[in-house]
């Protein structure tokens, strides 16, 4: 039995409207209660939708990738809908370039059984009955001529919507616009055209130099500086309790003299555009992917200097281009960290060790190491911690997150802030025996936040205008060694602790610390400027 191509797309929009938008819905009743006129407005936003969807299918197919893209768009969906019924996340350009960057084992954190039923049966069951159907087609002229009544009956329809409730669709477009990004598939589907515009189709990259004038004058007999900088991942300032958290989850880190700053904004929602943004020139405003791979970073200026080694150590995806000119070292697997789960799990202790080469190899120069956490990293948080840190019980052990109580979830997240605390606790005392050598410091600085399932939010990358203060609020703090420390007014460093600061100031700070001279230094955006003393 043969069948219209456009019979086909208008089975498949009913099917996307009413299977694959739950999230789309769900989120729509939050705002619009099913009462009163309500009833009216959302049998019209299931026509409109429906209509559009249908609209764009429309378009986009043609005779001779009919199938291949519509199996496409079905399959896609699936995942797309699976993500945003579970997690309550937005697939946006920026969530298509983080799931392109993360690596193998991260996804498996990720696959569940209910993903496969997802992907079963809504998307490799319709592809097989699109596969299978024969489709009938007239010539290039009956075509052309059937596809333009096509579209322009859905695109009546649409208006005709539009107009006879024009009120409403005034106040969802402007005071509710985070609603379509929910819509499946169209939201995706602009968004993947979004990112390949960002990313693609920009002209060839060409890396513009960086602070080529860098340069380090200081006193022979004066202590080189030694910093750690360790990079932090999806930690809230909420749950640490230097920040006020009623667990004590730092209960090493407050034995050490700390200095917090419990107002730390990050500058996006995502590892893939927080990392590269905070060590960057840029500030959060005016940042953006293709200004972060055509410009060089703050270390690319510390290495101009000739008078910095610099290393980088992942445990995470990897460095997000910003170690691409520096010396780079991959910690996820055995092969290089020897501190690793039979699972397949690496700690972050193991970038640690075989540290003391790398700074008995760099003689007289300055030294800065980056540390690139796996940390909190979800949504298996549980895994994120040997069984000693298991303080609080009991532990959601699953990556499906909306199968745990809010209290097996906040437990497991919580024991893996512990971790971290150990982990920082040992950077210190890693540091502390080089204190009488060198000019030591530690900063850590989380890329982002976290959503724990309040309001039905989970993980992380919601587009920072409607992101929660749990996602772009992170935990960040210093430590110094005490000739570090001499040079600075510790009691003005303490009183900073409440005052707002962001990844903005990161860039700043470090060319702060190391003395750096150049001009695209902003001391005013330097976080430990003011508190210098003088020489």
Request: glycine share 4%; proline share 2%.
């Amino acid at each position: 039995m043969k069948s219209s191509s456009y019979k086909i797309i208008l089975y498949i929009s009913l099917l996307f409207t009413l299977f694959y938008n739950f999230s789309f819905f769900k989120n729509f009743f939050i705002t619009y209660n099913f009462t009163g006129i309500n009833i009216a407005y959302t049998i019209s936003i299931i026509i409109t939708l429906f209509a559009f969807i249908s609209f764009v299918l429309s378009l986009l197919s043609s005779k001779y990738i009919f199938k291949p893209f519509i199996i496409l768009v079905l399959v896609v969906s699936s995942f797309t809908a699976y993500f945003m019924d579970t997690y309550n996340v937005i697939i946006d350009h920026s969530m298509i370039r983080n799931s392109l960057q993360t690596n193998l084992e991260e996804s498996m954190d990720l696959f569940s059984f209910q993903l496969i039923l997802y992907v079963l049966f809504l998307g490799i069951i319709p592809s097989i009955l699109i596969y299978k159907i024969k489709l009938s087609y007239g010539t290039f002229k009956q075509e052309s001529i059937k596809k333009i009544k096509i579209l322009f009956l859905l695109l009546l329809i649409i208006l005709i919507n539009l107009f006879s409730f024009s009120k409403f669709y005034t106040s969802f477009f402007r005071e509710h616009k985070t609603l379509r990004y929910y819509a499946n598939p169209t939201f995706w589907m602009f968004s993947v055209v979004n990112y390949v515009k960002r990313t693609i189709y920009n002209g060839k990259i060409v890396l513009k130099e960086v602070g080529k004038d860098a340069n380090i004058k200081e006193p022979i007999e004066e202590k080189k500086e030694l910093v750690i900088m360790v990079v932090g991942e999806a930690t809230r300032a909420d749950r640490f309790s230097l920040n006020g958290y009623e667990r004590e989850t730092n209960p090493l880190l407050k034995k050490e003299e700390i200095y917090n700053f419990s107002k730390m904004s990050s500058c996006g929602t995502s590892t893939a555009h927080s990392v590269p943004c905070m060590f960057s020139k840029f500030n959060r405003d005016n940042y953006s992917y293709k200004k972060g791979i055509s410009n060089e970073n703050v270390l690319d200026i510390l290495k101009h200097t000739k008078q910095v080694n610099i290393l980088w150590r992942d445990n995470n995806s990897d460095s997000k281009g910003v170690a691409l000119r520096v010396k780079y070292e991959d910690f996820r697997s055995s092969k290089t960290n020897t501190i690793c789960e039979k699972d397949g799990e690496c700690r972050d202790e193991g970038m640690l060790v075989g540290l003391d080469n790398f700074i008995k190899e760099s003689g007289k120069n300055d030294i800065l190491i980056v540390l690139h956490q796996m940390g909190n990293h979800g949504p298996a948080y549980y895994k994120r911690y040997p069984k000693e840190y298991e303080k609080f019980t009991p532990i959601c052990k699953t990556n499906q997150l909306e199968k745990c109580t809010k209290e097996e979830i906040n437990n497991a997240y919580d024991n893996a802030i512990l971790h971290t605390d150990a982990f920082l606790s040992k950077v210190i005392n890693f540091l502390k025996p080089y204190s009488k050598k060198y000019e030591t410091a530690m900063i850590y600085m989380s890329d982002h936040g976290e959503s724990l399932g309040e309001n039905g939010i989970y993980l992380h990358g919601m587009p920072y205008f409607m992101a929660p203060d749990t996602q772009t609020h992170v935990a960040s703090l210093m430590w110094f060694g005490e000739s570090m420390k001499e040079e600075l007014d510790t009691k003005k460093l303490n009183e900073l602790k409440d005052k707002p600061f962001s990844q903005d100031n990161l860039f700043h700070t470090l060319l702060g610390m190391f003395e750096v001279t150049t001009d695209v230094y902003k001391k005013e955006q330097d976080i430990l400027f003011e508190i210098r003393k003088e020489e």
